[in-house]
């Protein structure tokens, strides 16, 4: 089994529904990261976590939330999603004393009409 | 603004040459720097980093570090078609990753 996964691997929702994307991951690290990858943008930071009573904001937190439910689980909301919010998104872990290494889920890929 | 610069590409190599992505950064504070290969349609994984200025070798691949310039560049030899995919430079600001735009590297048998 994958050590890290995402769901749903695929969504199509429209303007103004809330959705939401989940991650959960196996390796038991403590820090958890969304990201969203857009051509020529490379990944974003969206939002990441330490912790579970920790939550930071990234570079592009607008329009966005997350909740860290366990250890292993990091969710991150659309409130009400808008088209350019259609993008590739990763959750990502790390280990506190190896936090160099990120490991990414195989991602969510997200289409908003 | 932190930021990490890379060409975007497409890079074409011949099977078998040297393949040499390059990558810029804006902070000269930077400590670490990373080098991610995505296939397209997956995930990103690490493929080696780098901490000290200098070279740092791992089987084909070799990673570059200047900071007096504020570049890091990663060197694949023996190139091969599997290469084929996009690499992103990524750069260690205090907690948070930041990332390049990457660069597709094609590599011709």
């Known amino acids: 089994d994958a050590d890290v996964t995402q769901t749903p691997r695929n969504r199509i929702t429209k303007t103004g529904k809330r959705i939401m994307l989940e991650c959960s991951q196996t390796?038991?690290?403590?820090?958890m990261y969304w990201y969203r990858q857009d051509p020529g943008l490379g990944l974003r930071l969206i939002y990441y976590s330490f912790d579970v009573k920790d939550i930071n904001k990234g570079e592009i937190s607008d329009g966005y939330s997350v909740s860290r439910q366990a250890q292993a689980k990091f969710s991150l909301s659309l409130e009400s999603a808008i088209p350019n919010q259609t993008a590739l998104y990763f959750c990502?872990?790390?280990?506190?004393?190896?936090?160099?290494?990120?490991?990414f889920g195989p991602g969510t890929r997200l289409l908003v009409l | 603004q932190k930021e990490v610069e890379q060409n975007s590409g497409p890079l074409s190599v011949p099977e078998g040459a040297i393949a040499s992505l390059n990558c810029t950064y804006s902070d000269r504070g930077s400590q670490s720097f990373f080098w991610y290969r995505q296939y397209s349609g997956k995930s990103p994984e690490l493929i080696m980093f780098i901490y000290s200025n200098g070279d740092k070798e791992d089987g084909r691949f070799t990673a570059q570090l200047n900071k007096a310039s504020q570049y890091v560049s990663l060197l694949i030899r023996d190139s091969q078609p599997s290469d084929s995919a996009t690499y992103l430079c990524?750069?260690?600001?205090?907690?948070?990753?930041?990332f390049g735009p990457g660069t597709r590297l094609s590599v011709l048998p």
């Open positions: 990502a872990t790390s280990d506190w004393d190896s936090q160099e290494t990120q490991y």
């Open positions: 990524a750069v260690l600001y205090g907690q948070n990753f930041v």
């Open positions: 390796k038991g690290h403590d820090r």
